[in-house]
């Protein structure tokens, strides 16, 4: 494995890097939307500024990488979606695979969970793989359905149904966070994570009506764990946290001289008179909140981790980069970290970069 600018990221480090509240007047970022102005208005408004933290690059080769090397031809990787690592095995979901596939830590594929079908257990389509602090969850778009495993085991418990939708899905012990049905008023259904699974509130409002654009804001990230919800909309740059009440908390507002680049439509509906007017492209990528309290996030497509319970330092930006394709940059998806080894998707090629963060 390479490891480039070692020394550098001793230094980066050592950093402490202090978040800054700012009065909402100093906002740049989609406040032409007064529905998303009400909802930063709410608390208070924690910047971090991505600068102050230089961009280390992380080159992977073949051994970082798991694609299609697997001794079972069944179980090849063709469209990976979705990632869930735990202890010495990541779990894949495959968008051309009604199963979960499972790689160990040599990076081979090696096993699946599930086969075809609409029994226990079974699945027509794999949507996403996500968890609680007591359960894995595998959820079925096809069907509109969940499969139930326990954490420790894997052993399968049981199916329930609710929506499944397009956008993110999270679980914590106390709630499932799914999408709301088309016309809802907010995005994100919240469920109760008991029998019989009742709809239970929902967050985040919708930013243009329906039939309006530009409708790419309408979507969501989010994830929870220890009593913490952290919910984005991909298309502006901040992070709202909720307590497991459900109760919005605080805001964080990313800023970097990159996003300037990022030449999003202004978020006042209009009438869909064109494709592109629902072009959006994401600031926030993916993130995940670690057991420890560290946030592993996609911010314009560099691997940012921040120490949430530390003043949200920001510990290092990486950008990921494939010496078997010329050392060029990896455009990511997915995220997913297991004690410290962090699994990242590929958007451009069916591929899933591994790395030990305690090397670089």
Known sequence: MTIQFKSILFCILSITFIVSCESNSSMQFGTESEVLKTL??????NTINLDQIPITDISLGPENIIQQDSVDADLLLTSPTNTFAKGERVYITDLRQPTVLIADTSNTIIDAIGRKGRGPGEFESVSAIFSSEEHIF???????????YEYDTFNYIKSFNIYVGLDDLAASNNYIFASTR?????LTQVYNNAEPYAEYDSLLPRLIPMGKEPSGYNTFQIDATNGVTMAAYPGFPYLFLFDDNLNLTSTIQFTADSFSDID??????????GRMEGAVRRYITDFKLSESGHLYAIIDNTLTIIDTNNNYEVEGRYDIRDRTKGNESISMSFISQSDGRVYLNSISHPAIYVFDRQEH
Do not use: F, M, Y
């Not at 595998?138 to 139930?148: P, T, W």
């Open 182 to 186: 088309s016309g809802a008023k907010n």
């Open 138 to 148: 595998i959820a079925d778009g096809s069907l509109s359905r969940v499969n139930q």
């Open 264 to 273: 999003n439509p202004e978020a006042i509906p209009v009438d869909n008179i």
């Open 40 to 45: 930063i208005d709410e608390t208070s408004l």
